[in-house]
């Protein structure tokens, strides 16, 4: 197969397999690039505010630790999971991969976590959450885009691409293939 084809079971069409697979080292690499943007993205200013002469920056980590003040601890754990702790572990999965693969290591537990973990990572609801945040507050104050959102914009873009192109079924085909069955004899 070519990096661009699909490949089909001809009697119920259901896909065996995508081309659309990366390789491991590409995957580190845009693992790597989303470690390297998480500080920016989670610490710098995504919106400055200009609401009555007063500039309010607010960036992602401040915003869970406002919903923790503000009465839904539960919310906001849910928020740190699905935009700082899945993204890290998905980030740390990939990793582990790359180098337990030249170290010898155990990579099933990596994994069977791996295919469960992609379904919680969710920076791009949290960005459609700032998008509509923003239209309702425009009309009483003054938007201005912070550094953090060109990080977290670049953030959320390389975890969809990641996510797209990892395919899990063919990361176990690669550690551990399985023999073809044999037909029993009689």
Partial sequence: MKSHQSAFCPRCNAKIRDGRDWSLTRLAAMAVTMMLLMPFAWSEPL?????LGVRIDANLLQGIW?????GAPLTASMVLFCTVGAPVVLVAAIAYLWF?????MNLRPVLLMLE???EWVMLDIYLVGI???SIKVQDYAWLQPGSGL???IALVILS??????LNVEQLWERFYPQ????PLQH
């Fill in 47 to 51: 919106l400055s505010l200009h609401l």
């Fill in 66 to 70: 406002q919903m923790t003040r503000q």
């Fill in 100 to 104: 337990g693969n030249i170290l010898g």
């Fill in 116 to 118: 469960r973990l992609k």
């Fill in 131 to 133: 998008v509509v945040a």
């Fill in 150 to 152: 060109f990080a977290f």
């Fill in 160 to 165: 969809i691409l990641t996510m797209i192109h």
């Fill in 179 to 182: 023999r073809p069955a044999t």
